[in-house]
């Protein structure tokens, strides 16, 4: 995850994560994803079962709607507003905490103005190219470790692997295994080069 993300592009949604974390009035763990969403005027979030319940339609039929199990975004260019539907529905997903990283993901869509971007109203697959599809993905994934995972935060715990961050920062374990991996090459790299500057450094995700 996120190895396919350029150098340049990384910095970007990095300070795009820190950006939407500042919104915050305390930053603690697991990160209030939903509390951050909620914090941008022009983006609305929508669970399923509200969803459901407004229009009246079936969990099958709100599937059919969003074109997804996990979560999706609706941009409306006139007035640049954002809907972001996220399934509450599915008791996997929420006991997984799939649904926050599914929530940080469309919001990493939002901020990096791949909607814009790209001039869709929905980031449909069969809408895009392969390449162009799988680049926004990279992206918007790398955003969402970003935000729910922030080093920063965790370097003040105590990590000795996956589990620890799943617990903490309330993602799943495939989320979690991949933020360790970058978690103790980032935790690494900043000790042996900038051992006078750690606690400084800290604020870099």
């Not at 969990?59 to 999706?72: I, M, N, Q, R």
């Not at 909607?115 to 929905?122: D, I």
């Not at 993905?137 to 790398?142: H, Y």
């Not at 105590?158 to 309330?170: F, Y």
Request: proline share 3%; glycine share 4%.
């Amino acid at each position: 995850m996120n190895n396919d993300v350029p150098k340049e592009r990384r910095i970007v949604i990095k300070q795009a994560a820190l950006e939407a974390l500042r919104r915050l009035p305390e930053i603690s763990l697991p990160i209030k994803i939903k509390k951050i969403v909620k914090s941008y005027d022009n983006c609305r979030l929508i669970p399923y079962s509200r969803l459901m319940k407004d229009r009246g339609l079936s969990y099958t039929e709100v599937l059919a709607f969003t074109g997804t199990e996990h979560a999706c975004t609706d941009y409306y260019a006139a007035s640049g507003r954002y809907v972001i539907y996220y399934n509450d529905c599915d008791k996997l997903i929420i006991s997984s905490n799939r649904y926050r990283w599914s929530i940080a993901h469309e919001l990493g869509h939002v901020l990096l103005k791949h909607h814009v971007n790209s001039h869709k109203a929905r980031l449909f697959r069969n809408q895009l190219s392969n390449a162009e599809y799988y680049d926004l993905e990279e992206e918007a994934d790398a955003f969402a470790s970003y935000i729910l995972c922030p080093h920063a935060i965790m370097c003040f715990f105590t990590i000795k692997g996956e589990g620890d961050i799943s617990a903490l920062c309330k993602v799943s374990g495939a989320a979690s295994w991949n933020r360790y991996k970058d978690f103790k090459k980032w935790r690494k790299s900043v000790k042996q080069h900038f051992p006078s500057r750690y606690d400084e450094l800290v604020c870099w995700l």
